[in-house]
C-alpha cells in the first residue's frame, strides 16, 4: 500500500515562507501527478498547485506569485515553497498524488493526512 507523509506545516507571521514536503512510500511504478489542496473551517476543499510527472506546473489563483511547486521522482517527493503567507493562507493542507503502483495498477489517487499551516496577523 502506498503512503503519503507530509511535513512542514506550522505557525507563521503574515509575510513569513513555510515549506510543505510529501514523501510516497511503497512499491510505486510511477507518479503523474502531484499535487497540494488546502480546506479552510468552513469552506471546500481547494487545488492549491500540481505537477506532473513532466514538470509542467498549475497554480490556483490564489497562490501565483507567491508559491512554487517543484518534485524530485527520485524520491518519490513533492515540495511546496509558500512565501508572502497570508491569514486566508490558513488551512490544513493534503498531499494528493496519482500513482501507478504494482497493487493497484495506473491512475490511482492518495491523499495525505494533511499538515495544519496557520498564518497569524
Known amino acids: 500500500q502506498v503512503q503519503l507523509v507530509e511535513s512542514g506545516g506550522g505557525l507563521v507571521l503574515a509575510g513569513g515562507s513555510l515549506r510543505l514536503s510529501c514523501t510516497a512510500s511503497?512499491?510505486?511504478?510511477?507518479?503523474?501527478?502531484m499535487a497540494w489542496h488546502r480546506q479552510a473551517p468552513g469552506k471546500e476543499r481547494e487545488l492549491v498547485a500540481s505537477i506532473i510527472r513532466g514538470g509542467v506546473t498549475h497554480f490556483a489563483d490564489s497562490a501565483k506569485g507567491r508559491f512554487n511547486i517543484s518534485r524530485d521522482n527520485a524520491k518519490n517527493t513533492v515540495y511546496l515553497q509558500m512565501n508572502s503567507l497570508k491569514p486566508e493562507d490558513t488551512a490544513v493542507y493534503y498531499c494528493h498524488m496519482i500513482a501507478t503502483t504494482t497493487s493497484t495498477g495506473p491512475g490511482f489517487s492518495f491523499w495525505g493526512q494533511g499538515t495544519q499551516v496557520t498564518v497569524s496577523s
Open positions: 511503497g512499491i510505486i511504478v510511477s507518479i503523474n501527478l
